[in-house]
């Protein structure tokens, strides 16, 4: 009893003392793994893909990836400095690449390293739509949403020990508790956290994108066309992401929002 007390006082200690601030929600946010750390990895693991993966160069649509991410970047450095967090940026090592694949995927690694594949562009119809993926993808790493899933994922580690070490005596219960545990924390709160990653990086990139000159609800048309593309999507409660219907509903709304955020930049018309 008293080892299990500990564990629950170590671990309320640690989540208290490893936070940071996401400088888009003033919420406090998982760090128990450090960017010092995270990055460098990141960076060498993009480095290592970008040598085993077909990087386009010099095309049209190259060109415009690299045109897009920079516009989505600077964004990024307005709003951040505008809003007390100059210098958030400095470890970011930013770059845009296009990869030939026709997976229908994008991403952006923490720290800043971007692939958008050419299967993709089908559904992005245009620089517009690819402010869009790029606003999104950039978000995660802003966000650190990697760090916070590094984090969640140690803790989900750490309450699985705790379990099993206040049932060492208990086999039986110790069996059905990691059953329930490995069952339940994955529906209750890993993928719901990954879903609300997802649902934060839509809304802070229609800010972004919108700062860069977009118009956001081109967001909404293009999760329209995603879903459109396609095939049957596993039931939002099983998934790591929020449903298109659910995307394309709250962009709809957000639109707006960003909009006005945006012209506290200047920025009063926007590109569809």
């Not at 640690?14 to 406090?28: E, R, W």
């Not at 077909?54 to 516009?71: F, L, R, S």
């Not at 690819?130 to 802003?142: D, Y």
């Not at 000159?213 to 992401?241: C, F, K, N």
Request: with cysteine; proline share 5%.
């Amino acid at each position: 009893m008293k080892l299990k007390t500990n564990l629950s006082i170590l671990l309320a200690s640690i989540v208290l003392v490893a936070c940071t601030t996401n400088p888009f929600t003033g919420k406090q946010t998982l760090a128990l793994v450090p960017n010092s750390q995270i990055l460098p990895m990141a960076f060498q693991e993009y480095d290592q893909f970008l040598t085993e993966n077909k990087v386009v160069t010099g095309t049209a649509d190259a060109n415009m990836i690299k045109n897009v991410g920079q516009k989505i970047s600077a964004a990024a450095e307005r709003y951040l400095t505008a809003n007390g967090y100059a210098g958030y940026l400095t470890d970011y090592e930013w770059e845009y690449n296009l990869v030939d694949d026709p997976a229908v995927n994008a991403w952006c690694m923490p720290g800043g390293k971007i692939v958008f594949y050419t299967g993709i562009l089908p559904i992005t119809q245009g620089e517009a739509g690819v402010a869009a993926v790029m606003g999104h993808e950039v978000a995660h790493a802003l966000a650190n949403h990697g760090q916070q899933r590094m984090s969640a994922g140690q803790l989900q580690q750490i309450g699985a020990v705790a379990g099993n070490v206040a049932l060492s005596n208990d086999p039986k219960n110790q069996s059905i508790f990691n059953q329930a545990y490995g069952i339940g924390s994955q529906l209750g709160v890993m993928l719901p956290f990954s879903r609300s990653h997802e649902t934060e990086a839509d809304r802070i990139g229609l800010t972004l994108m919108a700062i860069a000159g977009y118009d956001p609800i081109v967001g909404a048309q293009l999760w329209e066309r995603m879903s459109q593309a396609g095939g049957e999507a596993p039931p939002e409660i099983l998934s790591t992401h929020p449903s298109n219907q659910t995307r394309i509903v709250n962009i709809t709304e957000w639109a707006p929002e960003a909009k006005a955020e945006a012209r506290k930049f200047g920025v009063t018309t926007f590109k569809k």
